[in-house]
Every structure is written in structure tokens, then in C-alpha cells.
């Protein structure tokens, strides 16, 4: 976000004069204008009021806005807290706070000052303005006035005197996360989050011509105040790979305490200040980049930066208040897939996702979709799936599976809810809710802890009422998207052979190779029961099972409930091998889980092939792939 530029270009263009007829035909609506730098008085057809004074810079008369609505009848818009539309007759004067452009009917004219605010008054160029009214301006020589004179708008219902809601604020916040900063005047905000715990300014839309920008982040950090280093690593986290640090400081403004780091970027030559804070379990970071030949080029936002404080005050009515909770509640849009939904305060979304998910201290919430099988329903997605569910889970860790019928804003639905647990006693609550629109099926889930099911189910009904999909566009920007966890086929398998080992063996074929090279030593599969690794030790396989049988002897074994389940001897396709059954009844920090090892001995050592298991997914089924496995290994 920039700071306002005190550099001001000359003036390089002004509206010519229109024809003075139009005075003639409109003579009982004349108005005249008469006003003074320096001088809070105006008059308007004789009648003083009092005003924000007139001043002049680089030649350029600048007047208060609300003298020419009022003297004209001239209608007014403000649009994006910086762009001011004024209408009169068959004219229209767009102006932007900042730009030193000015469109009269579209038609962009260049002035020598942009429209600014002056204690909460906008002030601005006099001259392009009532000339494109076709008002003309003279100076009286006894009075030192400037003297407009005009004709007020034909039709009453273009006049107007207010600037919306907007109109005179002179700070800038947010109500919900709680900070406030003087209006970056001079500068178009370009990016605000979802959930409103970013901002940004800058002074042109153009992320690759940005010269100068103001940035505000909210992060949560918790309740426990952070250290001065800490901080200031928050600070640094927000660092481009080239930018280098030059200052770095405690400072003190208007009484409170913050971390200020400058920084400079080698690439893009920009100076950056960040001023950090920490309020209760938030922490604020304001930030502001110039692009200079050195770091004196921040000195200029010294005031917006000073006016930065970590709170919001309800009954300033000079802040104008962009937080994005409304009634309690965020709209989250996700433009690449279409997708909005409505959460309540509190929520974020994962940005780190490829496809559209939110989440708060507890519940989640996902978004996805993916190509429809010819003939599939909803009900025989949801008899797949409850299946797929009853391979993976054992039975006591899965209950209360029940379907409903759903009416989303798309159309009618399926859900599909179930508790799992995953040990202790702890449940979790999953609500998938399918719907099928074109060629696409598509799925929300709703995740939250079993024990806070009240509250959650609240906000799923609120979730539900306030999606929105745009099925129409996914299915113009999108092809074939396979559901790969619901077209799972357990029985389909791959041959893989290691010629450097000697062996082969059957694998699943939705396993997933994270290293799947079976001629180089350490192959690793994962799946959602576990894991599976094949790699070569130079120990025998008696004496790893011997390892394996002191380990579990060991205290630290002890403490977590390790047992030796088997260590026999067996014959897998004409091959000897030693298999070695743990069982990890209360592991540290980690799921009950079994480890079963096929040990094969070779002429250098022995070949592992190792497989783990959580408790939970220990079903007849998973038992059975693992086992299929083991006894598909063959030596040549």
C-alpha cells in the first residue's frame, strides 16, 4: 500500500471552455460561486456558509466537494471508498482519490492535483470540474474572490449533496479483527481476504507496476505474550527470498509498544517498514513498501504508519469499516471453482488446499467434485461409500452411519453422516453431502468433534442454506475429473519386480508409491491403514526377529504396551522366511498399531518387507491385502 505522493506533476490539460448559450436558456437557474484560498467562507447565490478552506497547489484551486453538489445540484457516487462519480445534465465526471486523471464522459483529461481528504472533507480540482458543467470562472480583482458562475442541473433528481456512506471518513478498519489506520489516501485498495485477516493498497491494480503499497495482516497467535524475537520472526516470515534486512527496533508510538524491521529487496528495489503488535491472541502487522534509491524513501508514511492502532472505535464516524463479518457470519468465494459459502466469524480458509477448505479451532469443512459414472445415483454413491467405509474402519470404531435426503440452493441431495474414532473414546462427526448436477458429482463434508455436535449442526444448517455452486462453469472449464477414493478397486493388482534383489511381488494398485523403485533399496507405499516399505539389511533374519524380541523388553517398549504378537517361521512360495508380529497397544503420540515383518534371508543379509497398521483400520479386509501381499513374493 503506498504512501500519498507529495510530488505533484504539473498541469498538463484542462477542459476547454463549453459554449456560454447555454446560461442564456437557463437563466433563473443561474448560480454563482464566489470563493477565497485560505478562507473557510463560501458563498452560493449570495448565501455564505463555512467550509474546509480553499487552498492552491501547483496552480490548482482546490475547493470542497460538497460546494459544487451543493451549488450545481450535481448527483453523487462513491464507489470502492475512492472513486467519485459526479453527474450533471448529460455529463459525468469520474474522479479517483490519487490519480491525476479525470474523465469527463469518458474522455480521460490529466490535472495537476488528485482529489484528497482535508479533515474529513474531500477536496478537489476545481476548475476541470465546473468547466465540464459549463460554468465559467473569473477572478474579481476588488475582492481577490474566485467567481464560478453557472447554471444548476435541469433535472432535480441528478442532484444530490451526500458522498453515500463513505463520504468524510478519514481512517479506515475493521470492526471484527479490531485495528484502525488513517484512509490511505492516494492509494486503490487491490486485495482483501475472505475472511478480511488481509488488506492491501497500492497505487495501481497492477501487481507488476506497483511503486509503492500499504499492507495489514492479522494474525492469531494465542493468548501467551510473544518475545521480542519472536515477533520479529513473524515479521521476517512475510520476507521475499532476496530481501535484507537493514533496521530493526523497538519502538514507542502514541504509547504502545512495537517491533519495526526495514527491509530492502535487491530484485524488485523496494523499501519495506514493518510495524508489528500484539493485542490479546492477535497479533498486527502493518506494512508499507516503496520503491526509492534508499531507505529515506518510507519517511513520507511516517503518519499513515503512526496512525496504525489495534483497536476499532464503533462511534468514530470518520472510520469507515471494511471487516468482512456481516450478522456474524464471512462469505468465502472460491472464483476458480464457483464456489461461495457462508461461515461464521472465526473461520478461515486453507489457501494451501487445491480445492476450495475452510476450518476453525474445531470443525472443518471441505469442498470437491469429480466425474459422474454413467447410471451412478446418489443412493448407489452412498451404498459405495458406506462400503468403502466398513473395509477401512473395524466395526467398533464406526457408528451411528445414516442417510437423509438434502435440498441445497443447487438442487436436491444425499448425506451421508457417521461418527469414527480413532481411539480414546474421541469421536468425530462426518457429513458428506453429495448431489449430482451435468456430469459432475459433487461433495461437501462437514467435520467436527462428536461432542460439540449441538453448535455444529447449527452452523452445517447454516452452511448448507448459504452455499452456491456454479455448476455451469465448472462444467466449461473442466473435463474429466476422476474420484479417485470413490472409484477405489481393492481387488485390482501390479506385478513389480526388482531385478537387483531377485524377487517380485503383488501390489495393490491404489497404494501409493511415495518411492516405488523396487531396484533401488528403500521402497515406500503408503495407504489410508498404513504403510509398506521393502528394503535390503545387512542383518539375518533370526537376527532381526532377536532385535525385534529385546526391543519390546526395553522400558521405553514397556511403557507404550509393546508385545510380541508371533516370531515364527514359514514358507512363502517354496521360501523360507521368518515373520515377526509388535503390537504398540499405547504409543506415544501416535495410534494403537501393529508391525509385521516378512524377513528373508539372501546371501548378503537379509530382505525386509515391512507393513504397518493402525488399530483402527485392522479390518478383515485390510488384513487380507496385507497378507495377499506377503504372499505373493517370490525369488527367482
Same mark, same amino acid.
Do not use: C
Given at each position: ?155 432535480? &433528481? ?430 506415544? &503420540? ?47
Amino acid at each position: 500500500m503506498k504512501r500519498f505522493l507529495t510530488m505533484l506533476l504539473p498541469l498538463l490539460l484542462v477542459l476547454a471552455m463549453l459554449p456560454m448559450a447555454v446560461f442564456a436558456a437557463d437563466a433563473d437557474n443561474k448560480v454563482e460561486v464566489r470563493l477565497k484560498a485560505g478562507s473557510t467562507t463560501v458563498k452560493i447565490n449570495g448565501k455564505a456558509s463555512t467550509v474546509e478552506a480553499p487552498f492552491v497547489s501547483s496552480g490548482t484551486t482546490m475547493v470542497p466537494l460538497k460546494v459544487i453538489t451543493n451549488a450545481f445540484g450535481a448527483g453523487l457516487k462513491l464507489e470502492n471508498g475512492n472513486v467519485i462519480t459526479l453527474t450533471y445534465n448529460d455529463r459525468k465526471v469520474v474522479l479517483t482519490f490519487g490519480s491525476k486523471t479525470v474523465k469527463i464522459n469518458g474522455a480521460a483529461k490529466t490535472v495537476a492535483i488528485a482529489p484528497v481528504v482535508v479533515k474529513g472533507s474531500t477536496m478537489v480540482p476545481l476548475r476541470v470540474i465546473v468547466e465540464a458543467f459549463g460554468a465559467k470562472i473569473s477572478n474579481d480583482g476588488a475582492t481577490k474572490e474566485t467567481v464560478i458562475i453557472g447554471v444548476r442541473a435541469q433535472s432535480s &433528481g441528478t442532484g444530490g449533496t451526500s458522498i453515500d456512506s463513505d463520504y468524510g471518513k478519514t481512517k479506515i478498519g475493521d470492526s471484527y479483527y479490531g485495528w484502525t489506520l488513517n484512509y490511505p489516501a492516494g492509494l486503490v485498495q487491490v486485495a482483501q481476504s475472505d475472511s478480511g485477516d488481509y488488506v492491501s493498497w497500492a497505487d495501481t491494480a497492477d501487481a507488476s507496476k506497483v511503486a509503492a503499497q500499504v499492507n495489514v495482516f492479522t494474525e492469531l497467535v494465542g493468548d501467551d505474550e510473544l518475545t521480542v524475537e519472536e515477533q520479529r520472526d513473524l515479521l521476517y516470515s512475510y520476507y521475499d527470498g532476496d530481501e535484507i534486512t537493514v533496521d530493526k527496533r523497538t519502538i514507542t508510538v502514541g504509547g504502545q509498544q512495537f517491533e519495526k524491521v526495514v527491509s530492502y529487496t535487491k530484485q524488485s528495489k523496494m523499501y519495506y517498514e514493518y510495524r508489528g503488535i500484539q493485542k490479546g491472541d492477535k497479533y498486527f502487522i502493518v506494512l508499507v513498501g516503496v520503491k526509492g534509491s534508499d531507505k529515506s524513501v518510507l519517511s513520507s508514511y511516517d503518519v499513515l504508519l503512526n496512525s496504525f492502532t489495534p483497536s476499532f472505535n464503533v462511534s468514530d464516524k470518520t472510520v469507515k469499516n471494511i471487516t468482512k463479518v456481516q450478522d456474524g457470519m464471512i462469505t468465502f468465494k472460491d472464483a476458480d471453482y464457483g464456489f461461495s459459502v457462508k461461515l461464521p466469524a472465526g473461520w478461515y480458509d486453507d489457501s494451501d488446499g487445491s480445492t476450495p477448505a475452510f476450518a476453525n479451532k474445531t470443525d472443518s469443512f471441505l469442498f470437491s467434485f469429480g466425474s459422474l459414472l454413467a447410471g451412478d445415483t446418489l443412493e448407489g454413491w452412498a451404498v459405495r461409500h458406506e462400503k468403502n467405509l466398513r473395509e477401512e474402519f473395524v466395526s467398533s470404531n464406526i457408528r451411528n452411519v445414516a442417510t437423509a435426503p438434502v435440498t441445497l440452493k443447487n438442487g436436491k441431495a444425499l448425506s451421508l453422516s457417521y461418527d469414527i474414532s480413532y481411539g480414546e473414546d474421541y469421536w468425530i462427526t462426518f457429513n458428506e453431502i453429495a448431489f449430482i448436477s451435468g456430469e459432475y458429482r459433487y461433495s461437501l463434508v462437514y467435520l467436527h468433534p462428536a461432542s460439540n455436535s449441538s453448535k455444529s449442526k447449527e452452523t452445517l444448517k447454516q452452511v448448507i442454506a448459504s452455499v452456491t455452486i456454479d455448476t455451469a462453469y465448472i462444467e466449461k472449464n473442466f473435463g474429466v475429473v476422476d474420484d479417485q477414493l470413490d472409484l477405489i478397486d481393492r481387488s485390482k493388482k501390479l506385478t513389480k519386480r526388482s531385478s537387483t534383489y531377485g524377487y517380485s511381488i503383488e501390489m495393490p494398485a491404489f497404494w501409493t508409491g511415495e518411492q516405488n523403485n523396487f531396484n533401488e533399496d528403500g521402497v515406500y507405499y503408503t495407504f489410508n491403514a498404513g504403510e509398506f516399505e521393502a528394503y535390503e539389511s545387512a542383518d539375518t533374519a533370526a537376527d532381526i526377529a532377536s532385535k525385534a524380541t529385546q526391543l519390546a523388553t526395553e522400558p521405553q517398549a514397556i511403557s507404550e504396551g509393546v508385545t510380541i504378537k508371533e516370531n515364527t517361521t514359514i514358507t512363502i512360495n517354496g521360501k523360507t522366511a521368518r515373520k515377526v508380529v509388535l503390537h504398540a497397544a499405547k504409543p506415544k &503420540g501416535m495410534l494403537p498399531y501393529s508391525e509385521i515383518l516378512y524377513l528373508f534371508d539372501t546371501a548378503d543379509g537379509s530382505m525386509v518387507f515391512y507393513f504397518s497398521l493402525d488399530d483402527v483400520h485392522a479390518t478383515e479386509s485390510n488384513l487380507k491385502l496385507i497378507n495377499d501381499v506377503a504372499q505373493s513374493i517370490r525369488f527367482s
